[in-house]
T-cell receptor
């Protein structure tokens, strides 16, 4: 079945540091890929998405590129802020026709001033 | 738009009691999803509806769980009887549109359920 693997953390960085959160996947067909962010006590918010190979999703300074050859969708940001502290989830919707999201376990990111 | 609305936000109950979680999707959305989040298993899809019809309930853990969507603006997830291992955060999400647009799911704030 479909699966998503991501580093679980916690990942602790200083403000203005470069961020990479790794995500790899196994899926049927050609999935759509997503990054969601969850702030404390809140629901998940869609951060960015990519629907086909080599697509780059971007939002709020975050970027991720759909790499079919390595089945990866790593999240990057050039300079993190304290306000980026949250849990980040990599997810996919299978190209096989299922509509529900398959999530990774989540990565807890802590940014220190 | 108010976004996806869930109630209650927190529920504490005793083992064996019936629990009902409620969700109001974003107006106009035709897909509704129920997910469960636990430390051990992460986020899991329980069931989803399209135009009020259940499409896939393969993620519902046991017969103790049931979900309904009587109309386009309301859904319930019921657990009867509840057990301590049902303790989790339950999220409702909705989406709309043909093709790729329906993949953009909007999540509610969740209901944190504690079964003692």
């Amino acid at each position: 079945g479909d699966s998503v693997t991501q580093m679980e953390g916690p990942v602790t960085l200083s403000e203005e540091a470069f961020l990479t959160i790794n995500c790899t996947y196994t899926a049927t067909g050609y999935p759509s890929l997503f990054w969601y962010v969850q702030y404390p006590g809140e629901g998940l918010q869609l951060l960015l998405k990519a629907t086909k190979a080599d697509d780059k999703g971007s939002n709020k300074g975050f970027e991720a590129t759909y790499r079919k050859e390595t089945t990866s969708f790593h999240l990057e940001k050039g300079s993190v802020q304290v306000s980026d502290s949250a849990v980040y989830f990599c997810a996919l919707i299978s190209g096989g026709g299922a509509d529900g999201l398959t999530f990774g376990k989540g990565t807890h990111l802590i940014i220190q001033p | 738009d108010a976004g996806v609305i869930q109630s209650p936000r927190h529920e504490v109950t005793e083992m064996g009691q019936e629990v009902t979680l409620r969700c109001k999707p974003i107006s106009g959305h035709d897909y509704l999803f129920w997910y469960r989040q636990t430390m051990m298993r992460g986020l899991e899809l329980l069931i989803y509806f399209n135009n009020n019809v259940p499409i896939d309930d393969s993620g519902m853990p046991e017969d103790r769980f049931s979900a309904k969507m009587p109309n386009a603006s309301f859904s319930t997830l019921k657990i009867q009887p509840s057990e301590p291992r049902d303790s989790a955060v339950y999220f409702c999400a909705s989406s709309y549109g043909p093709g790729q647009r329906r993949n953009e799911q909007f999540f509610g704030p969740g209901t944190r359920l504690t079964v003692l």
